[in-house]
Each structure stands twice: as structure tokens, then as C-alpha cells.
């Protein structure tokens, strides 16, 4: 059976999806990368359950599963689960809290706590630039499945 992987599309009204950087992995030739929230779902756990684990993980971002919306067919995506949540001013973790980082400008400070496979967060407007900046993440599936959302929102729009 494939392994499966789920990831958290993060999404805020007026900032846009948040992006976490991964450090470089010389190991792997891969260089540091934007990627989006998540993780490999562990044969004793299930994708939503991975998906609010790797957010808190790896953003200090507490969300309940109930605020995670499942969108995109993981079959097309082989085996990569999607949950959209709908980020608030009030999910950004206490800037005094340790490892905090601050992450995009403007009047308000959002702020998440990273983990050491991190070195920066960012929130991006346009889906297709965020699609752009992920591209050398998850074998660029995750990148299509962005382009893909965006592709489903301007379709509902129209």
C-alpha cells in the first residue's frame, strides 16, 4: 500500500496560504524549499488526525479537526490527503512563546512557533505563485494540487 501523507492548506482571508521553509537536506541534493504544513500518516493514525498533528507540529498552530476541511481526491494525488483550514488572526501562537517567528508584514504580526526543520514561514495571495514556491516539495504534488484548488475557485467564481 502507498504511503500516505497529509497536508494542511492553511489559508487566511486577507494573507493567503502559509508556507513553512524546510532546511536544506545536502543528503537528498535538495535545497532549502516552501513547503505546506504535513507529514507521512503512520499506520496507527488517519490522515485528519496527522494533518492537525503536523500543523501544531511543525507551525504551533492548535486547530481541531473539526476546522479542517477535506478537499481534492487523495487517489489523484497518490495517497496525499488535503484539508483546508480557514486561518484567524487568532491562531497566530504568542510572540513571546519560544522559537516564535513572525511571519509576513503588516498591521497585524502573525506569528508561528517552527519547528528545527524549519527556518521561516511566509503566507503567499495568489495561488498559482504559492504553487510556484512548492514546487520542489512532495515529488511537486503538492504544487498541482494548489494550481488544482485554484483552477476549482475561479470555476466557482465565474
Not at 513547503?35 to 498552530?61: C, F, M, W
Not at 478537499?71 to 484567524?88: E, S, V
Amino acid at each position: 500500500m502507498r504511503q500516505q501523507r497529509a497536508f494542511v492548506i492553511a489559508l487566511h482571508a486577507t494573507r493567503g496560504v502559509l508556507l513553512i521553509k524546510g532546511r536544506p537536506l545536502p543528503a537528498k541534493n535538495k535545497p532549502a524549499h516552501w513547503q505546506l504544513p504535513g507529514g507521512n500518516v503512520d499506520r496507527k493514525s488517519n490522515p485528519i488526525d496527522t494533518a492537525v498533528s503536523e500543523l501544531k507540529e511543525e507551525t504551533g498552530i492548535r486547530a481541531t479537526k473539526a476546522r479542517l476541511i477535506p478537499i481534492l481526491d487523495p487517489k489523484t494525488y497518490k495517497g496525499r490527503h488535503y484539508f483546508l483550514l480557514a486561518l484567524t488572526n487568532a491562531d497566530s501562537v504568542n510572540s513571546r512563546s519560544k522559537g516564535a517567528v513572525k511571519s509576513g508584514l503588516g498591521e497585524f504580526d502573525f506569528w508561528v512557533r517552527l519547528s528545527e526543520e524549519h527556518v521561516a514561514a511566509t503566507f503567499v495571495k495568489d495561488l498559482n505563485d504559492c504553487a510556484e514556491k512548492v514546487m520542489l516539495h512532495s515529488k511537486g504534488y503538492n504544487s498541482r494540487a494548489l494550481m488544482d484548488l485554484a483552477t476549482s475557485l475561479l470555476a466557482k467564481d465565474s
